[in-house]
């Protein structure tokens, strides 16, 4: 797809200079009204969306966002308003509005611009901007090819819930008082497809996409299709299961949630709430001792590259978990005051996290693993931060001296966070990179495993 990335846009109605212009302006405003510190961001995105159902073109949309957030600071009192319209006129207003809440809000001594010693200085070129020229009857066609290959997979789909194809710009300024600016253009594209399979009284759906800041790094649509086509496919004919203590291999779509759940549990505002069951664990060892992630925020073409945070702060790369033993935290200025420490340049999130992994792929993995359960899809939000006890329903595959035997749903697996990341036995080598969070497929060593209600 490499010959459609060219730096054509879909266009975006002011310029990054524009933008950088407008946020002084706004951080102007801010001082002239007797803020003490202040900051802003103003943000545009551009984006088409195309799908089909059953070979016939089901939406195109547009979209067209611009957005403009301002908090100020008087002292210790803290006042934020946004607004989506960038007149001038509007500009103001939204200023004042902010500095009106933050008369009104009580003073917290942890508020406050990251400090100026920590703004960035360097921006490395990350690659991050792609436009994809793409018209809406190219969309179209690639669209069509993803399902057609989809229904091409086997007789038993007859039905679709369509495949869609999407691009997606965004641009940027972000401005404080501390006399930082900096912003940048970043695109993504997309291409997913979701199909239906029928057996007698047996119905499976299931998908499968790509996500790239580059249309020429997307996988093939014929071969998303495949994919999502023998993804449904393997699934017909599902039963349930006795219930049963075993080992879980979470296959690599899914693995990367037991990541967001340690990240989640490492962030500051769970651990200055006290609602992380990861409460005091710098230098603890949280994971199985073959386990390391490292956080690489200027990945070139990363997902969740940036130079740097929300709040201005220089991002850099650093080892979260090494050897199974917690490195550190994900905080922002604010929960890292909170804690008495200082802000790690994740506000807004990490970037890019690489989960260490050995030389097995998802078949190594199943011979490891011997008899056990391996889970394709989980079902509603089962983990309790506070104690990490965790509980979803699932579904996937059921294996035998490492091999699949059957697919099973309408099953439920359960065990303890702490437990589950102490107890990871392997990670495959089949890395997926759909997001920020970067990991092969996780072997656990035991959970339960239950019959569903």
């Not at 969306?49 to 403009?68: A, F, L, Q």
């Not at 210790?76 to 809440?101: E, F, H, M, Y």
């Not at 901007?129 to 989809?150: R, T």
């Not at 050995?358 to 989980?378: A, C, F, P, S």
Request: proline letters at 2%.
């Amino acid at each position: 797809m490499s010959q459609s990335d060219t730096h054509q846009s879909l266009g975006f109605n002011y310029s990054l200079d524009d933008l950088k212009a407008m946020s002084a302006q706004v951080l102007q405003l801010a001082k002239s009204a007797g803020a003490s510190a202040a900051d802003a961001e103003i943000s545009l995105g551009v984006g088409q969306n195309v799908s089909v159902r059953m070979g016939e073109t089901e939406t195109i949309e547009y979209n067209r966002d611009k957005g403009m957030s301002v908090t100020v600071y008087f002292g210790q009192q803290r006042g934020n308003a946004s607004t989506s319209d960038l007149s001038p006129k509007a500009l103001q207003d939204t200023v004042a509005a902010a500095c009106n809440i933050a008369k009104y809000t009580a003073q917290d001594e942890f508020c406050g611009l990251a400090d100026a010693e920590l703004m960035a200085k360097d921006f490395p070129e990350l690659d991050l901007y792609h436009p994809w020229a793409l018209s809406v009857e190219e969309a179209i066609l690639l669209a069509k090819e993803c399902e057609a290959a989809a229904l091409e997979v086997d007789s038993r789909i007859q039905n679709s819930e369509g495949a869609s194809v999407s691009i997606s710009e965004g641009l940027f300024a972000y401005a404080n008082s501390h006399g930082f600016v900096g912003g940048y253009p970043t695109s993504r594209h997309g291409i997913s497809c979701s199909v239906i399979a029928e057996e007698g009284e047996s119905m499976q759906r299931d998908y499968w996409y790509s996500s790239t800041r580059s249309a020429e790094d997307l996988d093939s649509p014929a071969n998303i299709g495949r994919i999502a086509g023998d993804r449904a496919v393997r699934r017909l004919g599902s039963r349930a299961i006795k219930t049963a203590q075993v080992p879980v291999l979470f296959e690599a779509p899914l693995a990367s949630g037991l990541i967001s759940s340690l990240i989640s549990a490492i962030s500051g505002g769970s651990l200055y709430r006290k609602s992380s069951f990861l409460l005091d664990s710098l230098g603890k060892q949280v994971m199985s001792s073959n386990i390391s992630i490292i956080e690489t925020p200027h990945l070139k073409r990363g997902l969740a590259s940036a130079p740097f945070d929300n709040e201005g702060v220089t991002t850099s790369p650093r080892t979260l978990v090494k050897d199974g033993i917690l490195q550190g935290y994900v905080l922002s200025t604010y929960s890292a005051r909170k804690l008495g420490m200082k802000t790690t340049g994740n506000a807004g999130g990490n970037h890019n996290l690489i989960i260490s992994h050995g030389d097995q792929d998802l078949n190594g993995l199943l011979k490891i693993m011997g008899t056990g359960l391996l889970v394709t899809e989980l079902l509603g939000h089962g983990l309790n931060m506070v104690t990490g006890d965790y509980s979803r329903g699932a579904a996937g595959f059921w294996v035998e001296n490492g091999v699949i035997a059957y697919p099973v749903e309408e099953i439920t697996i359960a065990g303890n966070m702490k437990d589950m990341l102490m107890q990871i036995v392997a990670v495959g080598n089949d890395v997926l990179v759909q997001g920020s969070k970067q990991t092969g497929s996780i072997l656990i060593e035991r959970m339960t495993v239950a019959a569903g209600e």
